[in-house]
T-cell receptor
Framework: AAGVIQSPRHLIKEKRETATLKCYPIPRHDTVYWYQQGPGQDPQFLISFYEKMQSDKGSIPDRFSAQQFSDYHSELNMSSLELGDSALYFC?????????????????FGPGTRLTVL | KNQVEQSPQSLIILEGKNCTLQ??????????LRWYKQDTGRGPVSLTIMTFSENTKSNGRYTATLDADTKQSSLHITASQLSDSASYIC???????????FGAGTRLAVHP
């Protein structure tokens, strides 16, 4: 079965550079979530999109921006990178539920992109 | 292959009832196991983190158990409330790679 695809899997950047992470959700999934997980930390929710519109915003720095495109893939743009941005960035996708579970969703996580800022 | 399997996939219970969610994992080396509660479109909220030596850990009405021999964990919710309706995700940290392995989650709906 198709899974969430993230690219690149590994990325090395220097301070003050920019980076773009891509996420391709499972086909027919319309919601995308982005998470940041620092070493030894819980994943932190950054931002989510539903039907190409931002649905929720978490602890995403102003230096970061994201969007969801017409084909439902999403990109996380990170500018003026700092050493503290080094982390594993997860993307997850979900599909709309109905009936008794309206409003609940199961998220399918991608393998993550490991960003290292030198 | 490292993986985390959760059951049931979805669950409906009446308010005030108890329920138990299951998590089986095949992750090596094992570092710790976490249960998260997540509402739609929101970030996950950590409920418990359990290491190899811990069998039971409670957080209010949530009680997690871990059997490292059988590689099984459960999350028991007592006296359920409407606000418990959410997805519950089991996540295992693989110590060898410092990598989180996510389960697909159990969707819980609590009805009045």
């Amino acid at each position: 079965a198709a899974g969430v695809i993230q690219s690149p899997r590994h990325l090395i950047k220097e301070k003050r550079e920019t980076a773009t992470l891509k996420c391709y959700p499972i086909p027919r999934h319309d919601t995308v979530y982005w998470y940041q997980q620092g070493p030894g930390q819980d994943p932190q929710f950054l931002i989510s999109f539903y039907e190409k519109m931002q649905s929720d915003k978490g602890s995403i720095p102003d230096r970061f921006s994201a969007q969801q495109f017409s084909d439902y893939h999403s990109e996380l743009n990170m500018s003026s990178l700092e050493l503290g941005d080094s982390a594993l960035y997860f993307c997850a996708s979900s599909f709309p539920t109905s009936g008794s579970f309206r409003g609940l969703d199961t998220q399918y996580f991608g393998p993550g992109t490991r960003l290292t800022v030198l | 292959k490292n993986q985390v399997e959760q059951s049931p996939q979805s669950l409906i219970i009446l308010e005030g009832k108890n329920c138990t969610l299951q998590c089986n994992y095949t992750v090596s080396p094992f570092s710790n196991l976490r249960w998260y509660k997540q509402d739609t479109g929101r970030g996950p909220v950590s409920l418990t983190i359990m290491t190899f030596s811990e069998n039971t850990k409670s957080n209010g009405r949530y009680t997690a158990t871990l059997d490292a021999d059988t590689k099984q964990s459960s999350l028991h919710i007592t006296a359920s409330q409407l606000s418990d309706s959410a997805s519950y995700i089991c996540v295992v940290l693989s110590g060898g790679y410092n990598k989180l392995i996510f389960g697909a989650g159990t969707r819980l709906a609590v009805h009045p």
